[in-house]
Nanobody, 121 residues
């Protein structure tokens, strides 16, 4: 069982930056793929970034590539999402998730409660 708690969301002006954090419970965090997802009102939840536990490979959706960076600190059981050059269309609830197998896609087993990110124009 893994519990995930996100933090770091908030209100920011376009062009600004935020760093989201997601702290995981449990002793096997290092063996989970970790993903960041977002869901805007009326839209589906989409994966925007993921990091593999085995290879450290990173995935980014085209919409955030070059602006967002996912990283993890296994010693702190934490995964981060550094978001730069934020745009109003980045406004959404952001979720982190963990899964032993899945990498991209939304079939992750464990989910956090989400944190709101609002980007004003």
């Amino acid at each position: 069982q893994v519990q995930l708690v996100e933090s770091g969301g908030g209100l920011v002006q376009a062009g600004g930056s935020l760093r989201l954090s997601c702290v995981a419970s449990g002793r096997t965090f290092s063996t989970y793929n970790m993903g960041w997802f977002r869901q805007a009102p009326g839209k589906e939840r989409d994966v925007i970034a993921a990091i593999s536990w085995r290879s450290g490979r990173r995935y980014y959706a085209d919409t955030v590539k070059g602006r967002f960076t996912i990283s993890r600190d296994n010693a702190k059981n934490t995964v981060y999402l550094q978001m730069n050059s934020l745009k109003p269309e980045d406004t959404a609830v952001y979720y982190c998730a963990a899964d032993h197998v899945h990498f991209t896609g939304t079939d992750y087993e464990y989910w956090g409660q989400g944190t709101q990110v609002t980007v004003s124009s």
